[in-house]
């Protein structure tokens, strides 16, 4: 029996997983037939998956945690059953900034934020403008985090604009905005058209930390976990293809054309291999850590977006269900850890941590996980992180 499931994607690397699903046969071999719907927004996603248009997609990773925090306009419940992958960000400025900054090296985001903080000192009469791709988004949170690290106000030294992926390089070729915070290609093709350069990545302010993932509806979990189960598998096995090397060609054929990102092969084969690299697989890239939905919660209550109290941070850690996903592949060779959450940044270096393998006891080599700043993130801690958190400001005046 063959299940129909349409599915709804921005056109990013990191939507990869789904796309190699449908084209390679992964998909189909689970008994799946995928339907991908490419989309020109996060919001369009977002409500078309309220709405019922689609019953999967690949979203951002805040984003069902805000929806299921009674944060959006369709009020909806989600599950988050697999992460899509890990990193794959970067923040991107003008060449202009990035000069008037002293280019500072790109894999050190306290240097670059903190010439950053320079330089608005130093220019008070105008007032920078960078984009990211929606206030629920990692984008957001991590640009934020990393101003702040830097002594910048994400509030009151810049401006903090919300414009879907594909839009943000024509923006600062524009010089509509000074710079942004986005998902490869879209980094790498302002790199390649000369237009921007990349001043930090994701994995450099935070190593290997979330980005997109799977959302279904509580409702499918709850009616049909044996299709659950079977959208894992299927994506796993398309993870696995993703992040071999020698498959790199022929994925970005498979992610160049136009039904798909739309963009020439070399420059997804340049994204894939460039600084802000895509990680599909290794390292446990595609677990739901409920240690990282409930740092992403720690930022929405930092920066206002969302109220605390301990039900909404039991909502946002229940959002992420390494459960599923462990029964999905209790039967696999696939390694997956024992545990549901971590200390975020604990692991300084690459380490095995405990996993289960087809049943029986496994190790997992994971991380490094370090945040930029040296901070720790322990889940059994939250109160006492929320309270260390310093520069927190009044919601920004995104505008949406």
């Not at 969302?306 to 462990?326: G, M, Q, V």
Request: one cysteine or more; hydrophobic letters at 45%; glycine letters at 6%.
């Amino acid at each position: 029996m063959t299940t129909q499931i349409r599915a709804g994607f921005l056109p990013l690397i990191d939507a990869a997983i789904l796309i190699a699903a449908r084209e390679m046969g992964f998909a189909e071999e689970h008994g799946i037939d995928l339907s991908l719907v490419r989309e020109t927004s996060w919001a369009n996603v977002r409500d078309r998956l309220a709405v019922g248009h689609f019953d999967a997609a690949h979203i951002l990773a805040p984003m069902p945690i805000a929806a299921n925090l009674g944060l959006t306009a369709i009020g909806q419940t989600l599950i988050v059953p697999m992460a899509l992958g890990l990193g794959g960000n970067a923040i991107t400025v003008s060449n202009d900034l990035h000069a008037s900054l002293g280019s500072p090296p790109q894999g050190q985001p306290a240097e670059s934020a903190e010439a950053l903080a320079r330089y608005i000192e130093s220019h008070r009469e105008t007032r920078l403008r960078f984009a990211v791709v929606h206030p629920f988004s990692a984008h957001n949170i991590e640009l934020r985090y990393w101003l702040a690290a830097g002594g910048i106000s994400p509030d009151q030294d810049v401006d903090i604009v919300v414009l879907p992926p594909a839009l943000v390089p024509d923006a600062l070729a524009a010089r509509t905005i000074e710079g942004y915070c986005v998902g490869e290609p879209w980094n790498t093709v302002a790199v390649l058209a000369g237009t921007g350069k990349i001043l930090t990545t994701k994995s450099a302010i935070w190593a290997s930390s979330p980005e997109k993932v799977l959302a279904v509806s509580d409702q499918i979990a709850r009616t049909d976990m044996d299709l659950v189960h079977r959208i894992i598998r299927a994506l796993t096995q398309s993870a696995q293809w993703c992040a071999a090397s020698d498959n790199a060609d022929a994925l970005a054929e498979l992610l160049s054309r136009a039904d798909y990102l739309a963009k020439a092969k070399g420059d997804i084969i340049s994204a894939l291999l460039g600084p802000a690299a895509y990680e599909p697989f290794h390292g446990a890239a595609t677990f739901p850590w409920q240690s990282h939905a409930l740092w992403l919660y720690s930022q929405m209550v930092r920066w206002q977006m969302a109220e605390h109290s301990a039900e909404n941070a039991e909502l946002a850690a229940s959002t992420y269900r390494p459960d599923i996903y462990r029964s999905a592949l209790a039967a696999t060779d696939v390694p997956v850890p024992t545990a549901n959450a971590k200390v975020e940044g604990a692991l300084q270096s690459s380490a095995h941590v405990g996993a289960k393998s087809g049943g029986q006891d496994s190790a997992l080599l994971m991380g490094p996980d370090g945040f930029f700043d040296n901070r720790k993130f322990d889940p059994d801690r939250l109160e006492d992180y929320l309270r260390a958190q310093s520069n927190s400001s009044p919601s920004a005046d995104l505008h949406i």
